[in-house]
């Protein structure tokens, strides 16, 4: 008999929330991770009094209440709504684009000039066929180049002529001075940062870090009855449908005095600026941020994956698509084990959409 009734591969949200409430209802689980750390890329330590994100900047945001509510059982949640400023050879603009923006750009400031203005900069484009073509035929080439085109380029690694119109579904404009980046109901960021929310989601649960599921696979998985896997779907099946791609990041971290920016985030889109943005971590919480005599940066740059390195963004493309989909099979044959999370359903996820995923199987297991 197993000792446990679930092995879970990554202490990241899909594998602690679904620890989590498979433990409450009773069950044993073992969660297993391969860092040295829990939360998956959401892990945080405070360093000079400020909660640094390990892997980048993360904002908690969702419409829905339940899951609103469902992360503040286990942490505290501070309001905060994420603003934003781009830099763009050396001038700074407001986003997302709102009507300051546009006055930015055309000296414009009411609603009105602003559909007057879009009317006129927009391209004609009846079909169009990649990312280029598509944003031209909505904003016209001034927004387009000033907000798109080099951070596209950087972001992927590819002229955004290349590039599916998918890549970017929308591109808002408001006709308003709001330039809040998100418009969720609920946003926050957590008080202690993120590693408390994992800490007490794993509260009482059994978790063996520094462990790598694929160099001692056998035994790991004689110990449970099923398996909830979170890693990379590709890997799970020895690579045997062809590897998914994705874009990975690096970070150049510095300790500073005083303040760098003023601002959590400036993206830089520029494409001759080869990183994508500048993250100033204690601006996510600015009552703490007034009164800390340090600062603490991380310049971003996208970077070209491979196996050895930490997997961030799918690409979505018709190739890697085809590939998901021959992986998909033979995950459907698969039914001991949960997959769950971006890299095992190969997904861009947002936190809450994750969260959302873990609550909704974990229901599903125990029916």
């Known amino acids: 008999m197993a000792k446990y009734d679930y092995l879970i591969v990554g202490a990241g949200m899909f594998g602690s929330v679904f620890a989590r409430e498979m433990t409450d209802a009773g069950k044993k689980c073992l969660v297993i991770d391969k860092r040295k750390h829990i939360g998956g890329n959401c892990y945080s330590k405070e360093i000079s009094g400020i909660h640094v994100s390990q892997y980048g900047g993360h904002i908690f945001h969702t419409n829905n209440e339940r899951i609103w509510k469902y992360v503040n059982r286990f942490t505290e949640f501070e309001q905060y709504h994420h603003k934003l400023g781009v830099n763009y050879k050396g001038k700074l603009f407001s986003f997302p684009v709102n009507l300051m923006t546009f006055y930015q750009l055309y000296g414009i400031t009411t609603p009105e000039d602003v559909e007057k203005k879009l009317a006129e900069v927009r391209l004609d484009i009846a079909n169009p066929q990649n990312l280029e073509e598509w944003a031209l035929s909505q904003v016209g080439t001034e927004i387009y180049e000033t907000f798109i085109k080099g951070y596209t380029k950087k972001q992927w690694n590819t002229d955004p002529k290349n590039l599916p119109t998918s890549i970017i579904k ?6 308003t001075y709001n330039d809040c980046y998100f418009s969720d109901k609920y946003q926050g960021w957590p008080k202690d940062g993120y590693t408390a929310l ?17 160099a001692n ?25 062809g590897d998914l791609a994705y874009r990975g990041l690096r970070w150049d ?10 601002s959590p985030t400036i993206n830089y889109t520029d494409e001759n600026v080869p990183y994508t943005r500048i993250i100033e971590h204690k601006h996510f919480q600015p009552r703490r941020a007034l009164s800390n005599p340090k600062t603490y940066i991380s310049i971003e740059y996208p970077d070209d994956w491979n196996r050895t390195k930490v997997p961030y963004y799918p690409i979505n493309n018709e190739e890697n698509t085809k590939t998901y989909k021959n992986y998909l099979l033979l995950k459907n044959r698969e039914t001991h084990v949960i997959f769950g999370g971006r890299l095992a359903e190969y997904k861009y996820y947002d936190m809450h959409h994750v969260v959302g995923s873990a609550l909704q199987k974990a229901k599903k297991e125990l029916k």
């Open 253 to 262: 971290n510095k300790l500073l005095d005083g303040d760098f920016q003023g």
């Open 198 to 214: 994992f800490v007490s989601l794993l509260d009482g649960i059994d978790v063996q870090l520094d462990v790598d599921f694929f």
């Open 170 to 175: 929308r591109i808002p404009i408001r006709k």
């Open 217 to 241: 696979r056998s035994f790991l998985e004689s110990l449970a009855d099923k398996i909830v896997f979170t890693g990379k779907v590709d890997e799970y099946f020895d690579y045997t449908e």
